[in-house]
């Protein structure tokens, strides 16, 4: 099955321990990216992948970081998590070409205490 | 600055009634569109896209969105709503400013279908 995993789904951690989220697609997307959804503000970019090696900053990249060694996994890490980095999280990937759609993962609930 | 609106926090409708949820959308250049779903602890799902050709583009599940130019609107439609609806959607615009195929969201809108 064609499909975007995230783990962990939910996460409670406390300020300043790194944490990893990791993202997998089986779809063999060159495009993926990383978003975060917080209540009325709707799903906002924090950095995105062309392909293996090549990875950018969206609208909100403070505090988080990404690497993309290899096509299937684009991992993102916040080296000392603050509680405003509290929200659900979004894996996606596509096709390169502008005009595709995204293929979303499930989501992990990150709470920073 | 490129940007998504949706004016309705919540859509209420009748099962079997008509629905419409709305999006405005302002870019620079030809637009993309995408509606997405969301039900509860899920991720987005996509519904359907608008990039040439139609205005009126048909998608999953029954859903249809129309796409006027002089008013830059891409509103979402369904003939008859059931219950199974009711969810958190996303209408979103191509980022041509960034390569690739990054989108931006509008802030969603609920929709409520009772029975």
């Known amino acids: 099955e064609a499909q975007v995993t995230q783990n962990p789904r939910y996460l409670i951690t406390v300020t300043g321990k790194k944490l990893t989220v990791t993202c997998s697609q089986n779809m063999n997307h060159e495009y993926m990216s990383w978003y975060r959804q917080d209540p009325g503000l709707g799903l906002r970019q924090i950095y995105y992948s062309m392909n293996v090696e090549v990875t950018d900053k969206g609208d909100v990249p403070e505090g988080y970081k990404v690497s993309r060694k290899e096509k299937r996994n684009f991992p993102l890490i916040l080296e000392s998590p603050s509680p405003n980095q509290t929200s659900l999280y979004f894996c996606?990937?596509?096709?390169?070409?502008?005009?595709?759609?995204?293929?979303f993962g499930p989501g992990t609930r990150l709470t920073v205490l | 600055a490129q940007s998504v609106a949706q004016p309705e926090d919540q859509v209420n409708v009748a099962e079997g009634n008509p629905l419409t949820v709305k999006c405005t959308y302002s870019v620079s250049g030809n637009p993309y569109l995408f509606w997405y779903v969301q039900y509860p602890n899920r991720g987005l799902q996509f519904l359907l896209k608008y990039i040439t050709g139609d205005n009126l583009v048909k998608g999953s599940y029954g859903f249809e969105a129309e796409f006027n130019k002089s008013q830059t609107s891409f509103h979402l439609k369904k003939p008859s709503a059931l219950v199974s609806d009711s969810a958190l959607y996303f209408c979103a615009v191509r980022d041509t400013s960034k390569a690739g195929t990054a989108l931006i969201f509008g802030k969603g809108t609920t929709l409520s279908v009772s029975s």
């Open positions: 996606a990937s596509s096709w390169g070409h502008k005009y595709n759609e995204q293929f």
